[in-house]
């Protein structure tokens, strides 16, 4: 009978060891890419050890797929914040237009209004 399953005991030792050290390197350079890519999704680095849990590692993986990464809260303030940026200020930011008559003729105007004797705009070039 013709058994077909692997027998390490006609292996040689520098077989076993050459092949474990080619398991061990490998398994380390994926290690090091399982932390880089969860520290630049803005996570720790130790949350690549979850993964030698049992049941816990499948429902973390689950949860950093679907959930909303730190990085893409971080890009979503800055869009938002260079969008404010670039449309200015708004009309609310800087009081209301009326409160010194909003440029009519005839109503208060800041500073004395430039007139002589009213009061000077201080930050105005002489």
């Not at 027998?7 to 932390?35: E, K």
């Not at 690549?48 to 971080?74: H, T």
């Not at 800055?78 to 449309?87: C, D, G, K, T, V």
């Amino acid at each position: 009978m013709n058994n077909n399953t692997y027998d390490l005991s006609t292996w040689g030792v520098g077989a076993i060891v050459g092949a474990s050290l080619l398991g061990l390197v490998i398994w380390l350079v994926f290690l090091i890419a399982y932390i880089k890519i969860i520290s630049k999704a803005g996570y720790s680095g130790w949350w690549v050890l979850i993964m030698f849990v049992p049941i816990v590692n499948v429902i973390m993986l689950l949860i950093f797929a679907y959930k909303e990464w730190p990085i893409q809260r971080e890009l979503a303030e800055l869009r938002s914040w260079a969008n404010q940026i670039q449309r200015g200020p708004g009309p609310q930011q800087f009081g209301n237009s009326q409160q010194f008559g909003g440029g009519q003729p005839g109503g208060p105007q800041p500073y004395g209004g430039g007139q002589p004797g009213g009061p000077q705009n201080p930050y105005q070039q002489r």
